[in-house]
């Protein structure tokens, strides 16, 4: 099992910048790759970023790309989101999530979550 923590969230201003952090323990050998997804009142879970815990290839929703980093510190297991020029369309909870297939998912475990306001 993984276990997920995220850190990180909390209210921004428009055109400002916050880092989430997502550390995993447990059986963390067993994941590939994790990711970044973002749930919106009302609306869907949506992707915003994945990466390989190997090579460090990244991916990123149209969204995102641009904008946000993702990237990762194996030695201590964590994996970050740098998010800049942010929007008010970013306000959701973000959520980490590891796959231990393949970086396309699926992703099995998944973090509490952590809250993103961006006020205009």
């Known amino acids: 099992q993984v276990q997920l923590v995220e850190s990180g969230g909390g209210l921004v201003q428009a055109g400002g910048s916050l880092r989430l952090s997502c550390a995993a323990s447990?059986?963390?050998?067993?994941?590939?790759?994790m990711g970044w997804f973002r749930q919106a009142p009302g609306k869907e879970r949506e992707f915003v970023a994945r990466?390989?815990?190997?090579?460090?290839?990244?991916y990123y929703s149209d969204s995102a790309k641009g904008r946000f980093t993702i990237s990762r510190d194996n030695a201590m297991n964590t994996v970050y989101l740098q998010m800049n020029s942010l929007k008010p369309e970013d306000t959701a909870v973000y959520y980490c999530?590891?796959?231990?297939?393949?970086?396309?998912?699926?992703?099995?475990?998944w973090g509490q979550g952590t809250q993103v306001t961006v006020s205009s």
């Open positions: 447990g059986r963390t050998f067993s994941s590939v790759a």
């Open positions: 990466i390989t815990w190997s090579g460090g290839s990244t």
């Open positions: 999530a590891a796959a231990s297939r393949s970086w396309l998912g699926p992703y099995e475990h």
